[in-house]
Protein backbone atom coordinates (compact mmCIF):
# COMPACT_ATOMS: atom_id res chain seq x y z
CA UNK A 1 0.00 0.00 0.00
CA UNK A 2 1.41 3.34 -0.73
CA UNK A 3 4.69 2.38 -2.45
CA UNK A 4 5.60 0.37 0.95
CA UNK A 5 8.21 -2.07 0.89
CA UNK A 6 9.18 -4.39 3.53
CA UNK A 7 12.14 -4.00 5.77
CA UNK A 8 13.59 -6.68 4.29
CA UNK A 9 13.33 -5.36 0.78
CA UNK A 10 14.09 -2.08 2.12
CA UNK A 11 17.76 -3.78 3.68
CA UNK A 12 18.38 -5.06 -0.17
CA UNK A 13 18.45 -1.94 -1.59
CA UNK A 14 20.19 -0.46 1.41
CA UNK A 15 23.18 -3.19 1.08
CA UNK A 16 23.51 -2.96 -2.18
CA UNK A 17 23.63 1.21 -2.16
CA UNK A 18 26.11 0.94 0.27
CA UNK A 19 28.02 -1.78 -2.07
CA UNK A 20 28.23 0.77 -4.68
CA UNK A 21 29.18 4.00 -3.28
CA UNK A 22 30.52 5.91 -6.02
CA UNK A 23 28.98 8.93 -8.40
CA UNK A 24 28.05 12.47 -7.53
CA UNK A 25 28.98 14.66 -4.79
CA UNK A 26 25.32 15.47 -2.90
CA UNK A 27 23.24 16.07 -0.04
CA UNK A 28 25.19 20.10 -0.22
CA UNK A 29 22.15 21.78 0.82
CA UNK A 30 23.41 24.39 -1.40
CA UNK A 31 23.21 24.35 -5.45
CA UNK A 32 26.23 27.12 -5.54
CA UNK A 33 29.05 24.24 -4.13
CA UNK A 34 30.95 22.02 -6.92
CA UNK A 35 32.37 18.91 -6.34
CA UNK A 36 36.12 18.37 -5.86
CA UNK A 37 36.80 15.74 -8.89
CA UNK A 38 39.46 13.75 -7.05
CA UNK A 39 38.56 14.03 -3.15
CA UNK A 40 42.23 12.59 -2.11
CA UNK A 41 43.34 11.71 0.78
CA UNK A 42 46.09 13.12 1.91
CA UNK A 43 48.55 12.63 5.81
CA UNK A 44 47.40 15.89 8.12
CA UNK A 45 49.94 16.78 10.86
CA UNK A 46 48.66 18.22 13.93
CA UNK A 47 49.91 21.76 13.95
CA UNK A 48 50.64 23.87 17.36
CA UNK A 49 47.59 25.11 19.30
CA UNK A 50 46.63 28.75 18.62
CA UNK A 51 47.14 30.76 21.63
CA UNK A 52 43.77 31.77 21.55
CA UNK A 53 40.40 29.61 20.37
CA UNK A 54 37.14 30.41 20.28
CA UNK A 55 34.10 27.91 19.87
CA UNK A 56 30.71 29.22 18.86
CA UNK A 57 27.31 27.54 19.22
CA UNK A 58 23.69 27.71 19.29
CA UNK A 59 20.54 26.02 20.37
CA UNK A 60 16.68 25.76 20.10
CA UNK A 61 13.89 24.91 21.71
CA UNK A 62 10.07 25.08 21.18
CA UNK A 63 8.17 25.90 24.65
CA UNK A 64 4.47 25.92 23.40
CA UNK A 65 3.17 24.20 20.06
CA UNK A 66 0.05 25.24 18.67
CA UNK A 67 1.18 24.49 14.88
CA UNK A 68 -0.53 27.44 13.41
CA UNK A 69 1.67 29.22 16.14
CA UNK A 70 4.35 28.45 18.31
CA UNK A 71 6.40 29.89 20.76
CA UNK A 72 10.09 29.45 20.41
CA UNK A 73 13.42 30.29 22.79
CA UNK A 74 16.87 30.08 20.80
CA UNK A 75 20.38 31.72 22.14
CA UNK A 76 24.06 31.73 20.44
CA UNK A 77 27.10 30.79 23.36
CA UNK A 78 30.78 30.72 23.09
CA UNK A 79 33.49 29.48 25.09
CA UNK A 80 37.49 30.91 25.05
CA UNK A 81 40.44 29.75 25.64
CA UNK A 82 43.89 30.98 25.74
CA UNK A 83 47.27 29.11 26.19
CA UNK A 84 45.48 25.65 26.39
CA UNK A 85 42.73 26.95 29.89
CA UNK A 86 39.34 28.29 29.42
CA UNK A 87 39.31 31.89 30.36
CA UNK A 88 35.47 32.59 29.44
CA UNK A 89 32.11 31.33 28.93
CA UNK A 90 29.30 33.10 27.42
CA UNK A 91 26.17 31.11 28.23
CA UNK A 92 23.99 33.97 25.30
CA UNK A 93 20.57 35.34 26.30
CA UNK A 94 17.98 32.88 26.18
CA UNK A 95 15.35 35.19 23.11
CA UNK A 96 11.65 34.34 23.13
CA UNK A 97 9.64 34.70 20.19
CA UNK A 98 6.05 34.23 18.85
CA UNK A 99 5.80 32.72 15.53
CA UNK A 100 2.74 32.41 13.49
CA UNK A 101 -0.38 33.70 14.21
CA UNK A 102 0.69 36.97 12.17
CA UNK A 103 2.10 38.32 14.85
CA UNK A 104 6.16 37.74 14.45
CA UNK A 105 7.37 41.63 14.16
CA UNK A 106 9.38 41.38 17.27
CA UNK A 107 11.57 38.69 15.51
CA UNK A 108 11.81 40.82 11.84
CA UNK A 109 12.44 43.67 13.64
CA UNK A 110 15.87 41.83 15.52
CA UNK A 111 16.65 40.41 12.12
CA UNK A 112 16.59 43.56 10.62
CA UNK A 113 18.73 45.29 13.32
CA UNK A 114 21.59 42.17 12.73
CA UNK A 115 21.34 43.68 8.88
CA UNK A 116 18.85 41.04 7.75
CA UNK A 117 15.91 42.53 5.68
CA UNK A 118 14.13 39.44 5.07
CA UNK A 119 11.04 39.66 2.25
CA UNK A 120 7.42 39.68 4.12
CA UNK A 121 6.71 36.49 2.90
CA UNK A 122 9.89 34.76 3.84
CA UNK A 123 9.00 32.36 6.84
CA UNK A 124 10.29 32.39 9.93
CA UNK A 125 11.09 29.34 12.28
CA UNK A 126 13.57 28.44 14.98
CA UNK A 127 16.15 27.25 13.09
CA UNK A 128 16.60 30.45 11.18
CA UNK A 129 16.40 32.55 14.54
CA UNK A 130 19.61 30.33 15.80
CA UNK A 131 21.44 30.57 12.90
CA UNK A 132 20.86 34.36 13.26
CA UNK A 133 21.65 34.92 16.63
CA UNK A 134 25.33 32.06 15.79
CA UNK A 135 26.71 34.58 12.96
CA UNK A 136 25.80 37.46 14.89
CA UNK A 137 27.78 35.91 17.81
CA UNK A 138 30.63 35.40 15.12
CA UNK A 139 31.00 38.71 13.77
CA UNK A 140 31.22 40.11 17.33
CA UNK A 141 34.02 37.29 18.18
CA UNK A 142 36.08 38.63 15.16
CA UNK A 143 36.37 41.66 16.32
CA UNK A 144 37.43 40.67 19.74
CA UNK A 145 39.99 37.91 18.98
CA UNK A 146 43.16 38.35 18.85
CA UNK A 147 45.49 38.41 15.49
CA UNK A 148 46.48 34.20 15.31
CA UNK A 149 42.95 33.41 17.25
CA UNK A 150 40.93 30.12 15.53
CA UNK A 151 36.94 30.65 16.06
CA UNK A 152 35.50 26.97 15.64
CA UNK A 153 31.92 27.10 14.35
CA UNK A 154 29.48 24.12 15.14
CA UNK A 155 28.50 23.20 11.61
CA UNK A 156 29.28 24.32 8.38
CA UNK A 157 29.45 27.77 6.92
CA UNK A 158 26.71 27.34 4.92
CA UNK A 159 23.88 29.91 5.52
CA UNK A 160 20.33 29.33 5.90
CA UNK A 161 19.12 29.64 2.27
CA UNK A 162 17.36 32.90 3.69
CA UNK A 163 20.23 34.20 4.69
CA UNK A 164 22.05 36.26 2.54
CA UNK A 165 26.02 34.29 1.14
CA UNK A 166 26.81 38.43 1.00
CA UNK A 167 25.87 38.75 4.84
CA UNK A 168 27.86 36.17 6.30
CA UNK A 169 30.55 36.92 3.77
CA UNK A 170 31.38 40.34 5.24
CA UNK A 171 32.13 38.43 8.84
CA UNK A 172 34.56 35.98 7.18
CA UNK A 173 36.38 38.63 5.14
CA UNK A 174 36.91 40.60 8.17
CA UNK A 175 38.21 37.69 9.57
CA UNK A 176 40.62 37.15 7.03
CA UNK A 177 41.76 40.51 7.48
CA UNK A 178 42.34 40.80 11.41
CA UNK A 179 43.93 37.20 11.01
CA UNK A 180 41.61 35.00 12.34
CA UNK A 181 41.14 31.62 11.34
CA UNK A 182 36.93 30.64 11.16
CA UNK A 183 36.14 27.30 10.46
CA UNK A 184 32.97 25.59 10.60
CA UNK A 185 32.65 21.58 12.12
CA UNK A 186 29.83 19.72 11.43
CA UNK A 187 29.56 16.33 13.73
CA UNK A 188 26.80 14.36 11.12
CA UNK A 189 27.27 15.76 7.62
CA UNK A 190 24.56 15.43 5.04
CA UNK A 191 27.32 15.38 2.41
CA UNK A 192 26.89 12.00 0.05
CA UNK A 193 28.86 10.30 -3.18
CA UNK A 194 26.54 7.90 -5.26
CA UNK A 195 23.16 8.73 -2.37
CA UNK A 196 25.64 7.05 0.06
CA UNK A 197 27.29 9.42 3.15
CA UNK A 198 30.50 10.65 1.84
CA UNK A 199 32.17 10.69 5.80
CA UNK A 200 31.99 7.17 6.42
CA UNK A 201 32.91 6.07 2.52
CA UNK A 202 36.49 8.47 3.03
CA UNK A 203 36.45 6.72 6.41
CA UNK A 204 36.32 3.28 5.21
CA UNK A 205 39.17 4.56 2.07
CA UNK A 206 41.20 5.54 4.46
CA UNK A 207 41.73 2.99 6.67
CA UNK A 208 42.56 0.40 3.37
CA UNK A 209 45.44 3.45 2.47
CA UNK A 210 48.37 1.33 3.21
CA UNK A 211 49.77 5.03 2.76
CA UNK A 212 47.54 6.29 5.76
CA UNK A 213 47.11 2.90 8.29
CA UNK A 214 44.64 2.69 10.88
CA UNK A 215 45.49 5.28 12.99
CA UNK A 216 46.51 8.67 11.25
CA UNK A 217 45.60 11.82 11.08
CA UNK A 218 44.05 12.84 7.46
CA UNK A 219 42.31 15.46 5.22
CA UNK A 220 40.58 15.76 1.61
CA UNK A 221 39.17 18.13 -0.02
CA UNK A 222 35.72 17.41 -1.56
CA UNK A 223 33.94 20.63 -2.56
CA UNK A 224 34.08 24.38 -3.05
CA UNK A 225 31.40 26.98 -3.54
CA UNK A 226 31.27 27.89 -7.06
CA UNK A 227 32.68 31.13 -8.65
CA UNK A 228 30.39 34.05 -7.24
CA UNK A 229 28.39 32.06 -4.93
CA UNK A 230 28.94 33.76 -1.51
CA UNK A 231 30.46 32.97 1.10
CA UNK A 232 33.58 31.59 -0.73
CA UNK A 233 34.60 28.46 0.85
CA UNK A 234 36.23 25.25 0.39
CA UNK A 235 34.45 21.85 2.04
CA UNK A 236 36.88 19.37 3.42
CA UNK A 237 36.48 16.03 4.96
CA UNK A 238 39.17 15.39 7.79
CA UNK A 239 40.25 12.71 10.73
CA UNK A 240 41.57 15.26 13.22
CA UNK A 241 43.15 12.73 16.08
CA UNK A 242 44.98 9.53 15.22
CA UNK A 243 42.51 8.01 17.76
CA UNK A 244 39.12 9.17 16.28
CA UNK A 245 36.79 6.77 15.88
CA UNK A 246 35.09 9.21 13.20
CA UNK A 247 36.21 12.05 10.90
CA UNK A 248 33.89 15.61 10.27
CA UNK A 249 33.57 17.54 7.44
CA UNK A 250 35.15 21.08 8.08
CA UNK A 251 34.77 24.09 6.31
CA UNK A 252 37.01 26.43 5.55
CA UNK A 253 37.04 30.18 4.03
CA UNK A 254 38.38 30.11 0.48
CA UNK A 255 40.01 33.26 2.05
CA UNK A 256 42.54 32.36 4.66
CA UNK A 257 44.70 35.10 6.99
CA UNK A 258 47.81 35.48 5.47
CA UNK A 259 50.35 33.10 5.63
CA UNK A 260 47.61 29.97 5.77
CA UNK A 261 46.94 27.45 3.34
CA UNK A 262 43.83 24.51 3.84
CA UNK A 263 46.01 21.96 5.67
CA UNK A 264 48.09 24.11 7.81
CA UNK A 265 44.54 25.69 8.96
CA UNK A 266 43.17 22.14 9.29
CA UNK A 267 46.50 21.54 11.19
CA UNK A 268 45.29 24.31 13.88
CA UNK A 269 42.18 22.86 13.87
CA UNK A 270 43.46 19.24 14.58
CA UNK A 271 45.81 20.44 17.46
CA UNK A 272 42.39 21.46 19.68
CA UNK A 273 40.73 18.28 18.97
CA UNK A 274 41.36 16.61 22.22
CA UNK A 275 37.69 16.34 23.55
CA UNK A 276 38.17 13.05 25.85
CA UNK A 277 34.71 11.95 25.99
CA UNK A 278 34.76 12.33 21.88
CA UNK A 279 37.93 12.21 20.79
CA UNK A 280 38.71 14.10 17.12
CA UNK A 281 36.44 16.50 18.12
CA UNK A 282 37.21 20.33 19.22
CA UNK A 283 36.81 20.65 22.69
CA UNK A 284 35.98 24.37 22.79
CA UNK A 285 33.09 23.47 20.77
CA UNK A 286 31.89 20.70 23.11
CA UNK A 287 31.71 23.55 25.80
CA UNK A 288 29.99 25.78 23.28
CA UNK A 289 27.55 23.36 22.53
CA UNK A 290 27.05 22.74 26.50
CA UNK A 291 26.30 26.32 27.37
CA UNK A 292 24.36 26.51 24.33
CA UNK A 293 21.86 23.74 24.62
CA UNK A 294 18.25 24.00 25.54
CA UNK A 295 17.94 20.88 27.79
CA UNK A 296 14.31 19.77 29.15
CA UNK A 297 14.72 22.23 32.07
CA UNK A 298 14.89 24.66 30.24
CA UNK A 299 11.65 24.42 28.53
CA UNK A 300 9.90 23.10 31.54
CA UNK A 301 11.28 26.61 33.24
CA UNK A 302 10.39 28.76 30.17
CA UNK A 303 7.04 27.28 30.09
CA UNK A 304 6.09 27.58 33.45
CA UNK A 305 7.06 31.37 33.21
CA UNK A 306 5.25 32.06 30.21
CA UNK A 307 1.78 29.85 32.17
CA UNK A 308 2.27 32.20 34.75
CA UNK A 309 2.35 35.32 32.55
CA UNK A 310 -0.55 34.39 30.71
CA UNK A 311 -2.32 33.29 33.77
CA UNK A 312 -2.37 36.88 34.99
CA UNK A 313 -3.35 38.27 32.02
CA UNK A 314 -6.99 36.24 31.85
CA UNK A 315 -5.45 33.14 29.26
CA UNK A 316 -7.13 30.41 32.23
CA UNK A 317 -5.47 26.90 31.66
CA UNK A 318 -8.46 25.23 29.81
CA UNK A 319 -7.56 27.93 26.97
CA UNK A 320 -4.15 27.40 27.40
CA UNK A 321 -4.51 23.56 26.67
CA UNK A 322 -7.14 24.03 23.75
CA UNK A 323 -4.52 26.14 22.25
CA UNK A 324 -1.19 24.07 22.76
CA UNK A 325 -2.03 20.53 23.98
CA UNK A 326 -0.40 17.90 22.25
CA UNK A 327 -3.21 15.74 21.17
CA UNK A 328 -1.04 13.35 19.65
CA UNK A 329 0.95 12.23 22.62
CA UNK A 330 -1.74 12.41 24.80
CA UNK A 331 -3.60 9.75 22.13
CA UNK A 332 -0.65 7.14 22.48
CA UNK A 333 -0.40 7.44 26.71
CA UNK A 334 -4.25 5.96 25.90
Known amino acids: MGGAETIEAVAYRLASL ?7 LGGTGHAGLVPDAEARLRPLARGPRPAEVWGIDGGQATVADGRCLAVVVVRAARARWRCGQPVEEEEGQLRAYLLGGGDDGPARAWLAELGLELSPDAPLDANLLRDAGEWELLARTVEEAEPGALVLMDGDLQPDWRIPGTWVAQFLGRAAERGVLVAGVTKHSGLSRGGVPLVGQLEAE ?4 PGLGGRACWWARVAATAEGVEPA ?29 PQTALGMVAATADDAAFPGYPYPLSVADRLAGCPGWVRTEARMALDEHLERVGVGLAQRERCFADRHRLMERA
Open 233 to 261: LSVTVARLDPAARFAFRVDLPHRLPLGLD
Open 206 to 209: AEAD
Open 18 to 24: LAGGAGR
